[in-house]
């Protein structure tokens, strides 16, 4: 028999996992929060319990049995926010990668799929273990049955036998359902009795056993109006305890027989983890792949001078198991041409020849990624010349959604599977480390190889898509600017982020001070639990939402609060600066490099499919400049030189202006023709009022819809913006295409092209693949078009900055004046300048950036300078 059965409620452990965590998504856009939370909880039952069986159940819609008995059985429900619905699809993905089962019934719940297998497991005498988020579960505890439920979201489990039942809640397991037709269940309609909650419950459980016994000696109970109330819903408890009571003889066409579990296959679970972006649980994989491949044959060369280079093709890849180039260690270069395979170990850069090779710009170089490179090399004072390809950049403009952006993915993409995984080789994480020389040589050789195999493919996938402008007149120059720009880095003053940060430590501890006046009394801030007892128990503030737990203390609810007590406001504004002073300024702090006194940022130019650039160690992208004490963060970013400023220059709604342009609407074209304020404009079409009649809350609201079509949010995603109700962000919406009709059918015709060609394109061709953009599940569909409709006007967007930062960047290299690229964040370009050259700068920006492509309606650019980045603003 076997070891251990871990049954699992999907359903409710995703909706706890999406309610618990931040909403999440990819670079791919898709949303996974839900789905990241679940597989954290696989990988510990897996884990915990080794189990030798394993199933997990999921509901199989919204009818069920239970609704011939009682018509509004969880009716009142919100409906299920898209952005978790198009989650379901993908945690089957992932039990597929796990090979673990899952099952559904039609007109069954889960809990009555599981109910079934518990049934059966008890009567062999199986241990068995289920996890659930729902209470009504613990009636299957047993002798052989423990109950794990979820507190805190998910990030603790609670296990529950008979025996704890009985302990923690005063009843027997049995009793479970009973109590449950007393209280009622608000989650799912059933109706209980009203004004019967669980202490009540419970007490009378205890006098009288079970629902039925208890209307039997109604007589008996204490207190008139309790006993009016049980009286009064006699059959409303009745068939509360019908509908809470799980089925545990549903016609399930699975047994124990069918769940018997054998691991996973570690190589298919790290592939869907890439797949989804969850490489924070890479570490937590377990095995090693058992495939191994044909030995391959190579040279371990010392001196450069014994290898024959082409004057074609020279595959040479770098391998660094850090992944920040600027700091880690080189451990050695594949090399492959014509003439053979060659491994350079790290020693090879002292060698003149091989310097000599980088260096030679008519000497034609394949590589993975330029700008890794490139920089690894210029902090070694080696300028890299002659690269023709790099692979990276091909497959990512090729399709940015297929792969995780290594050779080994790639190669796998391409079926060359030849290649191991790093994980596999060298470990993650704590666990990393060199395995014997031999192993990790074969590892590099067949990277590059696996490199020298895919480039011509890759080539010729671009000629075909048409888009070898896009990568070699774009991409490939952009990468080298790139890697100039993290190379150059930006002067940081550390003692301004030090004193800054005791400056907000100091007002931390006044707002801190401050709140336990307003209190009247000492707590801690930072305890959810403290917290919701001082304003819901002590200060009496009305109860927005409450937990598991207890009182709910989350921003949302706290803002809904704000106008009730001054406290309110002060405990959000010093949640704001803590994480502002723990992310941002200390944060910062520890990335100054101390040598120079810089921020080396990376710029992830193979990340999202929109084509954005995003940076990383530090992401400076996401300092939160709405608060003031955010924006003088950028203070402490001054020039490198005297007698320099820094100048920034960015572009005014630069993917609104994309909108209006794709869409051909008449109206959005003439309001930015004219120089109106397009958030005014849309406000006064949506309210239908006049200019002077628009407010601060309408221009906000406005400009939350003109921001929220770009992106394709849904009425759930625009009424969490505004804190409305999702039929009124609903209603929002539809005013919007009413008043922009050009913008509708714009959405409408893009999606029916991709339906017909799968993908859609940016101006600059750049193309976004939608391979659910035909699927027959509702979410995938849903979620795909969503994603066809925003990603021309976003790729567009980033498409025009990035040629615009060529364009800049070649008239620079024409004119004498001093001037250095050192940031690009979001639409906005930062440089630094000597103060003589700033009108010349200026007008080379300008000019550059507003011309950069033809629109139908003006690119405008704001631009200002300063000492530091603030002033720049």
Same mark, same amino acid.
């Given at each position: 028999?076997a070891?251990e059965?871990v049954l699992?409620?999907?359903n409710s ?17 898709v949303h996974t929060?839900?789905?990241f939370?679940f ?5 510990k ?11 997990v159940a999921f509901?199989a ?6 609704h ?6 969880k009716?009142?429900r919100q ?10 699809p993908?945690v089957?993905?992932?039990?597929d990668a796990f ?9 069954y719940?889960?809990?009555?799929i599981i109910g079934t ?8 005498e ?10 009504d ?9 423990t109950v794990?439920?979820?507190?805190k979201g ?10 704890t ?18 209280m009622?269940?608000?989650?799912d ?8 909650g669980?202490?009540? #419950?419970?007490k009378?459980?205890?006098?009288f ?8 000696h109604l007589?008996d $109970?204490s207190g008139k ?8 819903n ?9 509908l $809470?009571t799980?089925?545990q003889?549903?016609?399930v066409e699975?047994s ?13 679970v790290m ?7 969850f490489q ?10 058992d495939?191994s491949?044909?030995?391959i ?11 024959e280079t082409d004057?074609e ?10 992944d920040?180039?600027?700091e880690?260690d080189?451990?050695? &270069?594949?090399f492959?041409n =014509?003439?053979g395979h060659?491994l350079?170990n790290s ?8 310097q000599?090779?980088l ?6 170089k394949?590589?993975?990624n330029?700008k ?10 080696i300028e ?7 692979? =990276?950049?091909?497959?990512?403009? #090729?399709?940015?959604?297929?792969h ?5 993915s790639?190669?796998?993409?391409y079926?060359?599977n030849?290649?191991s995984?790093?994980?596999e080789i ?10 014997e ?9 067949r990277?590059?190889?696996a490199g020298y ?19 070699y007149?774009l991409?490939?120059?952009l990468?080298?600017i790139?890697?100039?720009m993290e190379?150059a880095g930006?002067?940081?003053d550390v ?5 800054m ?16 006046e307003?209190a009247?009394?000492e ?8 917290l ?7 200060l009496?503030?009305?109860?927005i939402k ?15 609060l ?7 406001d002060?405990?959000l504004h010093?949640?704001?600066?803590s994480k502002?002073?723990s992310?941002?300024l200390e944060?910062?702090?520890k ?6 006194h810089k921020?080396?940022?990376r710029?992830n130019?193979?990340?999202t ?6 940076s990383?160690?530090p992401?400076?992208q ?7 004490e955010?924006?003088k ?8 030189q ?12 630069i ?5 209006a342009?794709? #869409? ?6 003439e309001?930015?023709?004219n120089g ?12 239908d ?7 601060d809350?309408?221009?906000?609201? +406005? ?5 929220g079509?770009?992106?394709?949010i849904?009425d759930y995603?625009l009424s969490q913006?505004?804190?409305i109700?999702r039929k009124?962000a609903e ?5 919007? &295409? ?5 913008v509708?059918e714009?959405?409408?015709?893009i999606?029916?092209?991709a339906?017909?060609?799968?993908y859609v394109?940016?101006?600059?061709k750049?193309r976004?693949y939608?391979p ?15 994603? #066809?409709?925003n ?7 980033a ?5 615009a930062?060529?364009d800049?960047t ?7 004046i001093? +001037? ?5 964040v979001?639409d906005?370009l930062?440089?630094e ?6 009108e010349?700068l ?6 550059a950036?507003?011309?950069?492509i ?6 405008t650019v704001?631009?200002a ?6 002033d720049a603003?």
């Amino acid at each position: 028999m076997a070891k251990e059965l871990v049954l699992i409620d999907g359903n409710s452990i995703l909706y706890r996992s999406f309610f618990a965590l931040p909403l999440l998504s990819n670079d791919q856009g898709v949303h996974t929060n839900a789905v990241f939370g679940f597989t954290k909880m696989l990988l510990k039952v897996l884990e915990d319990h080794n189990p030798s069986h394993l199933l997990v159940a999921f509901d199989a819609g919204k009818t069920t049995f239970r609704h011939e008995t009682y018509q509004d059985y969880k009716g009142g429900r919100q409906k299920t926010p898209p952005e978790l619905s198009e989650q379901f699809p993908i945690v089957r993905e992932i039990l597929d990668a796990f090979g673990v089962k899952y099952y559904e019934l039609d007109q069954y719940e889960a809990d009555d799929i599981i109910g079934t297998i518990v049934y059966e497991a008890d009567q062999a005498e199986q241990e068995t273990i289920v996890y659930s988020g729902d209470k009504d579960l613990l009636q299957l505890a047993s002798n052989h049955t423990t109950v794990f439920l979820t507190r805190k979201g998910i990030s603790e489990i609670e296990a529950y036998s008979p025996e704890t039942i009985q302990e923690k809640m005063g009843i027997t397991k049995e009793q479970i359902i009973d109590l449950k037709a007393l209280m009622g269940d608000a989650s799912d309609n059933i109706p209980g009795v009203p004004g019967v909650g669980e202490k009540t #419950a419970v007490k009378l459980l205890q006098q009288f056993d079970t629902v039925e016994e208890l209307y039997d000696h109604l007589d008996d $109970v204490s207190g008139k109006k309790l006993k009016e109330k049980l009286e009064a819903n006699k059959d409303e408890a009745l068939m509360s305890k019908q509908l $809470v009571t799980i089925k545990q003889d549903s016609p399930v066409e699975i047994s124990l027989k069918d769940l018997q579990y054998e691991g996973y296959d570690t190589r298919a679970v790290m592939q869907v983890f890439k797949t989804y972006g969850f490489q924070s649980l890479i570490g937590d994989v377990e095995g090693e792949s058992d495939e191994s491949y044909e030995a391959i044959d190579y040279n371990v060369i010392e001196d450069f001078s014994e290898v024959e280079t082409d004057d074609e093709i020279n595959m040479l890849y770098m391998e660094m198991l850090d992944d920040n180039y600027h700091e880690g260690d080189i451990i050695g &270069f594949g090399f492959v041409n =014509q003439h053979g395979h060659f491994l350079l170990n790290s020693s090879i850069l002292d060698d003149s020849n091989f310097q000599s090779f980088l260096e030679d710009p008519d000497q034609p170089k394949i590589v993975f990624n330029q700008k890794a490179l490139l920089v690894a090399l210029k902090w070694r004072d080696i300028e890299l010349q002659g690269v023709t390809f790099g692979l =990276q950049l091909a497959a990512y403009i #090729a399709n940015p959604s297929s792969h995780d952006g290594d050779i080994t993915s790639i190669a796998h993409h391409y079926q060359v599977n030849d290649v191991s995984y790093d994980e596999e080789i060298y470990g993650k994480g704590a666990k990393q480390h060199l395995p014997e020389t031999e192993t990790y040589y074969d590892h590099i050789v067949r990277k590059a190889d696996a490199g020298y195999r895919l480039h011509q493919r890759l080539n010729e996938e671009l000629v075909q898509n048409e888009q070898e402008d896009l990568y070699y007149q774009l991409e490939m120059p952009l990468s080298r600017i790139l890697g100039n720009m993290e190379y150059a880095g930006v002067k940081i003053d550390v003692e301004r982020l030090k004193d800054m940060n005791e400056d907000l430590t100091t007002r931390l501890d006044e707002i801190e001070s401050r709140i336990h006046e307003l209190a009247g009394s000492e707590f801690n801030i930072n305890s959810p639990k403290q917290l919701g007892k001082v304003l819901f128990e002590d200060l009496e503030l009305p109860v927005i939402k409450k937990t598991k737990t207890g009182y709910s203390t989350s921003a949302e609810v706290l803002e809904k609060l704000q106008h009730e007590h001054e406290i309110v406001d002060q405990i959000l504004h010093y949640r704001q600066l803590s994480k502002l002073q723990s992310t941002y300024l200390e944060g910062l702090i520890k990335v100054v490099h101390e040598d120079n006194h810089k921020i080396h940022t990376r710029f992830n130019q193979v990340l999202t499919q929109t084509g954005r650039l995003s940076s990383v160690e530090p992401n400076l992208q996401n300092i939160p400049i709405r608060l003031e004490e955010g924006r003088k963060i950028r203070q402490a970013f001054i020039p490198s030189q005297q007698d320099s400023v820094l100048f920034a220059a960015d572009y005014s709604q630069i993917e609104l202006r994309v909108l209006a342009h794709i #869409a051909g609407d008449e109206k959005l074209i003439e309001a930015f023709n004219n120089g109106k304020d397009i958030h005014t404009q849309t406000a006064m079409d949506v309210f239908d009022v006049e200019e002077d009649d628009i407010d601060d809350l309408m221009r906000r609201q +406005a400009k939350a819809v003109n921001f929220g079509i770009v992106y394709g949010i849904s009425d759930y995603g625009l009424s969490q913006n505004l804190g409305i109700s999702r039929k009124e962000a609903e209603q929002f919406i539809q005013k919007y &295409f009413e008043s922009y009709p050009g913008v509708k059918e714009y959405m409408d015709d893009i999606v029916t092209k991709a339906k017909r060609d799968g993908y859609v394109e940016t101006i600059m061709k750049r193309r976004r693949y939608l391979p659910d953009i035909n699927s027959r599940n509702f979410n995938k569909r849903s979620f795909a078009e969503r994603t #066809a409709m925003n990603s021309p006007i976003q790729g567009s967007a980033a498409d025009i900055i990035k040629q615009a930062m060529i364009d800049v960047t070649n008239q620079l290299n024409e004119s004498d004046i001093e +001037a250095t690229m050192l940031l690009q964040v979001h639409d906005e370009l930062i440089f630094e300048v000597k103060k003589d050259d700033i009108e010349q700068l200026q007008s080379i920006v300008k000019e550059a950036m507003e011309q950069t492509i033809d629109l139908s309606v003006p690119l405008t650019v704001d631009y200002a300078y300063g000492e530091t980045w603030y002033d720049a603003k």
